[in-house]
């Protein structure tokens, strides 16, 4: 089966140089990259497709030969041919380092593997009243983790002695191995990529250069914060294997539930219940507010239940503002209980005089339209 043309493998022209070349040909590989692609066989043939062609191209002599002759050039042990694999597989080693540096837990890092072994990230869930939102709070919490170990300051050797340089990998943390155009690499198994071994290990921590223990952390809660929001404590994760830099601590903010308010952003939601006559005659109110204080809400004559008042600024604290959000008062009108004997007869006497068409519209009004309703189903 024919070849495809190397440029148009790599999506390039024929005039295209060098720094483009390499663009165009990390962005393929990178979209092939079997890691990313795993059981897909089409995928695998293009990372293939994508590496030859830039082993070519990337060469000034074998890219003027193929330029001159095409594929023909390669083929028969012609010049730059890829007989035994060394070249394609000493380059693609190359800039596999540049590529995949980080890609799938880190490549070789040559001078003993300083990621190797870095703490883990921790993740924390603190709980916290609305008011405290509003405000802001200092708190302390207490993390069980793993922190350096003071007998080795870290380095896992015992008094006196120190780690030295894998002999695996020689010093570098990760090993290659060949197998055709590919060169493989993966953590070293002697050294688990620290790129160091312990011969004398400490005996407080094992070799490991940390031990467990439950740290105390001071955490600033801003005010304005939201449930779910994330605060970052850098460094304060789990310690690192023999000196290795220690994780990060994630602390996720859970809102509890409050008994008066409900939280919409920032804005405060309450539901306040109104005495009938209050409703019906008007007045006033006091209703609390989420920075401790009272407002004074004036009700109108007639306020119906449902009915919303809004005070502006008197919601939550905006993160990193000096905004606030509004309060948005909802009246709930109160039906009378227990009533005296003399309380149901003045009900009564206001019931008798009627008028509900002028002192009860919306009752008035749906009545009426059950009435024509009636009327239809009977014509």
């Known amino acids: 089966m024919a070849k495809n043309d190397f440029y148009e493998t790599l999506g390039v022209t024929r005039d295209v140089d060098g720094s483009d070349l390499k663009k165009a040909y990390r962005k393929l590989a990178m979209r092939y990259h079997p890691d990313r692609n795993p059981g897909d066989a089409d995928a695998e043939q293009n990372f293939k497709n994508v590496n030859e062609a830039y082993e070519v191209l990337k060469d000034d002599d074998k890219r003027a030969a193929y330029d001159r002759f095409g594929h023909a050039a390669f083929e028969q042990g012609g010049a730059g041919g890829f007989g035994n694999g060394g070249g394609f597989a000493s380059g693609f080693a190359d800039i596999f380092d540049e590529m995949f540096g980080d890609f799938g837990g880190g490549s070789g890092r040559r001078g003993g593997g300083s990621r190797a072994g870095k703490g883990s990230d921790l993740r924390y869930n603190m709980e916290i009243g609305l008011e405290d939102a509003f405000t802001g709070k200092q708190a302390e919490i207490k993390v069980p983790t793993s922190i350096g170990c003071d007998s080795c300051n870290g380095s896992g050797a015992a008094s006196g002695s120190g780690p030295t340089a894998c002999s695996t990998c020689q010093g570098h943390g990760r090993v290659r191995s060949q197998s055709g155009f590919f060169t493989v690499e993966r953590t070293c198994p002697s050294c688990q990529g620290a790129g160091n071994v312990i011969k004398e290990p400490c005996a407080n921590c094992g070799g490991a250069g940390r031990v467990q223990k439950e740290k105390t ?33 994630y602390i996720f903010l859970h809102l509890q539930p409050h008994r008066l308010f409900q939280r919409d952003g920032a804005d405060i939601y309450c539901r306040v219940p109104i005495p009938m006559t209050r409703a019906a005659l008007g007045g006033t109110v006091e209703v609390p507010t989420v920075d401790g204080t009272l407002a004074r809400v004036t009700i109108p004559s007639g306020t119906p239940t449902g009915h919303q008042f809004r005070l502006k600024g008197k919601g939550m604290s905006v993160l990193r503002s000096k905004a606030r959000g509004d309060m948005f008062v ?46 239809d189903l009977k014509d």
């Open 330 to 375: 909802q009246t709930n009108v109160e039906t009378p209980q227990n009533l005296t004997k003399r309380q149901k007869d003045l009900l009564k006497q206001f019931d008798g005089e009627g008028g509900d068409e002028k002192h009860s519209p919306e009752s008035h009004g749906f009545f009426s339209k059950v009435r024509e309703i009636w009327e």
């Open 217 to 249: 952390l001071s955490v600033n809660i801003p005010p304005g914060v939201e449930n779910g929001t994330r605060i970052r404590l850098s460094g304060e994760g789990e310690a690192g294997l023999r000196g290795a830099p220690a994780g990060d601590l």
